[in-house]
């Protein structure tokens, strides 16, 4: 037995590979619903995933029912001539235009207005003499004891009045007062040469007779019709997958320590990385990546899945 060091170790290729078991003629004598069944001595099995399988068949089915067709004969049509109005009878308008004169007329260019004037007023200066001081009473003391006042102070008060005094001023006084001015100022006239309706226009109706053509119309000479086919069943073959059974688990023989070595692991990645299925590192050692394209590869190729199985190592052509 050659051993695979590090690859086996490494990713526990027993564990991974689904309860891949290594059987001895001892092993065989155990009950057969717990392990592979006519295992033989130095082999491993392991229990795999088998999908479901289908076959193609043949069968004959209706395409169609029998049915009825309905089949519609147009109408035929002929033509005839008949005389159609294109434009019916009218009447024209005609405009006899206006006629004119020329005719004199005064016209204003200048319409008639009234000039205003403003005279200034007329001051003269003149002197006028004013009050600048009042009349007025007031007390003042007097001198020359005479009498005592209760014989208090001995003080004598007398009132007097005071005369107004006055004073002249200038000052400006209307001599003339202002006054407005008015004065006509008349029109201007011109005579001009105009235009005017001598006549006025008029409108005259013309009667217009209708307008006829000769044209070719479509008449029916036969009306449409419908028939009724029948028409009979049809069949046809047709091709189907029938399932013929399901997906179960089971005892297949697989690779083991006896026949795996890393010149096989080799082998499987190269085929699985030519067959479109990456494996990574062609190595010789199992790893994810290998196990993981195994999978794809067995998935796509509806083969059991679990293990390297020999039905797995034929589809790779690969042989131990």
Not at 59 to 80: C, D, L, M, N, R
Not at 86 to 100: N, Q, Y
Not at 211 to 240: D, G, M, S
Not at 294 to 307: E, P, S, V, W
């Amino acid at each position: 037995m050659i051993q695979l060091g590090k690859t086996i170790s490494t990713i526990s290729f027993l564990s991974l590979l689904a309860s891949t078991a290594c059987f001895t003629s001892a092993v065989a004598q155990e009950d057969a619903s717990l392990f592979p069944p006519n295992a033989e001595p130095g082999k491993c099995y392991a229990k795999v995933l088998i999908p479901t399988k289908y076959k193609t068949v043949k069968e004959e089915v209706i395409k169609h029912e029998a049915f009825e067709k309905i089949v519609i004969i147009p109408a035929q049509w002929g033509s005839e001539e008949k005389k159609v109005i294109v434009r019916a009878a009218t009447e024209k308008l005609e405009i006899i235009p206006a006629t004119f004169k020329t005719v004199e007329e005064k016209v204003e260019i200048v319409t008639p207005s009234v000039k205003v004037e403003t005279i200034k007023p007329v001051f003269s200066s003149v002197e006028e003499k004013i009050i600048d001081k009042p009349e007025r009473t007031i007390w003042k003391k007097g001198s020359g004891l005479l009498d005592q006042v209760e014989g208090t102070t001995g003080d004598i008060m007398c009132l007097i009045n005071e005369p107004a005094t006055y004073k002249t001023i200038k000052k400006q006084v209307l001599k003339t007062p202002a006054t407005v001015k008015k004065t006509d100022i008349p029109g201007k006239y011109k005579i001009i040469k105009k235009q005017v309706v001598d006549k006025p226009a008029e409108v005259i109706k013309i009667p217009v007779p209708a307008k006829y053509v000769t044209v070719k119309v479509k008449k029916l000479l036969a009306p449409a019709q419908v028939n009724h086919v029948k028409i009979p069943a049809e069949r046809q073959t047709i091709t189907k997958r029938v399932k013929q059974s399901a997906e179960k688990m089971s005892w297949r023989p697989v690779l083991c320590e006896t026949n795996m070595t890393r010149n096989v692991i080799r082998q499987i990645q190269k085929a699985l990385l030519d067959t479109g299925f990456d494996p990574g590192p062609i190595d010789g050692s199992i790893g994810g990546g290998t196990l993981k394209a195994l999978d794809r590869f067995q998935t796509k190729n509806k083969l059991a899945r679990g293990g390297i199985t020999y039905e797995t190592l034929k589809a790779l052509n690969i042989t131990i």
